[in-house]
């Protein structure tokens, strides 16, 4: 019961100030995720699936002002990549820093243009796949974002997009607190690639919910921006049709807590959903993933790679499942975490599951935490190679199977770029 009253008071407390659509298909939409919010109230670190991260911050009534980082002269994440640039600041859709919305094979729209109309494509997707995740893992933060959010994209893709769509989140009142929420729905065969970039605000809470129809595929790359002090909880809503595929790659350097849930339902045949991750922490950061996959299709394959590099007292988190259900013949699953500890301050907390209700798979799970291979790092000294370049080529090879995932090499020689301009940061 003191539970139960601590998770109401908590949601009381948030939902102060709070306003949502109130007319057409979204205002009914927000009214019944308000509806679940209400029956579940918010999460406390007592909840299993936040034992190892402290909601506090991202459930109290004001957001903690996050100071702006000033990237100097550094290029923006993906600015190589020829894309349609989509841009919020703080929230805000900013049509001057966007392109034009028109792209060969993709509808894109506002959510906030769409939110009046009395019926829309994304009414059968809003709020929907939120809701189908919501069991048997509840997942508060979600359902106040479908209540709550302002605005965000509506993507319908019904061939194969010209060029990637990129979102980027641009960062500049210390105090902004921002929800978004974003639809994606791919026809048949159709074909996305999805970037996004920046640091959004001091608190940032976001909904992404993916329609992958029957030989569809989307693709998803992310880079969650440097600003250190900022919060973030994202999650991940995907369902996929039979031959379709999805592929998620997040990258994430410093922030003081990012939680990023995914939760994935491979329904048809042959479908392949893979999600990846790398992190780098140096000091007070708090870095969780927190992916549920279920497997209800046959022969259907599922990755998860999870790599963080953590020094100076940073922490790690990782709760991956794989959910097989029954009929769910020729699974492929597979899981991994691990974590490089570059000091004995930092630690990697994980909790790898299986859940299997079929006899005819092939699923396996794995977790390691360890620190950097003394005797490579001997070998490369031995040939003349500096220490720092040296522990720099092998945190890059630790990290080298995550970043595999992402197929277009641009994008992943991009990744690796950043990468080593965090290591060149933080060499001390």
Aim: aromatic share 6%.
């Amino acid at each position: 019961m003191a539970l139960a009253a601590a998770k109401q008071d908590a949601l009381a407390a948030r939902l102060g100030g709070l306003a949502r659509h109130t007319g057409g298909w979204l205002g009914a939409a927000q009214a019944d995720a308000l509806a679940r919010l209400t029956a579940m109230g918010l999460p406390t670190k007592r909840d299993e699936y936040w034992r190892y991260s402290d909601p506090s911050s991202l459930t109290a009534a004001v957001a903690t002002p996050a100071a702006v980082f000033d990237a100097g002269d550094e290029s923006p994440v993906f600015d190589v990549i020829d894309r349609l640039k989509i841009v919020f600041v703080d929230g805000v859709f900013d049509a001057a820093l966007s392109d034009d919305l028109a792209l060969a094979g993709v509808e894109i729209e506002r959510l906030a243009d769409a939110a009046g109309a009395d019926i829309h494509w994304a009414q059968g997707l809003y709020g929907v796949l939120e809701t189908r995740g919501q069991s048997p893992v509840q997942r508060p933060l979600a359902a106040l974002n479908t209540a709550f959010a302002t605005d965000g994209v509506l993507i319908r893709v019904t061939g194969k997009a010209a060029k990637p769509v990129g979102i980027t989140y641009i960062h500049r009142d210390p105090t902004s607190d921002v929800m978004l929420h974003h639809c994606i729905k791919l026809e048949a065969g159709a074909e996305l690639t999805l970037t996004e970039n920046g640091p959004a605000a001091a608190r940032f809470t976001k909904v992404l919910e993916v329609e992958i129809a029957d030989g569809a595929r989307f693709h998803h790359i992310r880079a969650q921006g440097r600003d250190h002090e900022r919060r973030a909880a994202t999650h991940i809503f995907a369902r996929l049709g039979a031959e379709a595929l999805f592929k998620s790659f997040t990258l994430t350097a410093n922030g003081r807590l990012t939680r990023n849930e995914c939760v994935i339902e491979l329904v048809g045949d042959d479908s392949k959903a893979h999600v990846a991750g790398a992190a780098m922490g140096d000091g007070d950061f708090h870095h969780d993933d927190t992916v549920f996959i279920t497997h209800q299709g046959q022969r259907c394959e599922s990755r998860q790679v999870f790599k963080k590099v953590l020094k100076n007292g940073a922490v790690g988190v990782f709760q991956g499942k794989i959910l097989v259900k029954q009929g769910a013949q020729k699974t492929d699953g597979y899981q991994i975490s691990q974590s490089l500890l570059l000091d004995g301050d930092s630690q990697f907390l994980a909790k790898p599951e299986l859940e299997i209700y079929a006899d005819d798979v092939k699923c396996s799970h794995g977790s390691t935490s360890g620190a950097i291979d003394e005797t490579a790092l001997y070998y490369m000294r031995s040939r003349g190679v500096p220490l720092k370049a040296a522990q720099s080529l092998l945190v890059l090879a630790f990290l080298a199977e995550a970043i595999a995932e992402i197929e277009d090499e641009a994008i992943a020689d991009d990744i690796r770029d950043r990468l080593e301009g965090w290591l060149a940061r933080h060499e001390h």
